[in-house]
């Protein structure tokens, strides 16, 4: 396997794991930019864009940390019996 069927691999692995509505929203977004790039230069995104792109996709991540962690708490009370 050359390196960039390893990446596609990874990619299409991290995509099947994810269960974000929004999250992958925002993936998609960002792939469809990249497979379909603009010919006109001053369309592309600038640096403030790309760290709204970012803290968009952190602030996503932290919430599925946090609706993990949720459920097992409540998965950890239910299995004692509270």
Known sequence: MTSIEITKQKIINLVMGMDNPQALEVLFDVMMKFG????????????????????????????????????MEHLKQWKSGK
């Open 36 to 71: 379909n790039p603009s010919p006109v230069i001053g369309d592309e995104l600038t640096d403030e864009q790309w760290g709204e792109i970012e803290n968009d996709i952190k602030e996503i991540e932290e919430e599925e940390i946090s609706r993990k962690e949720e459920v």
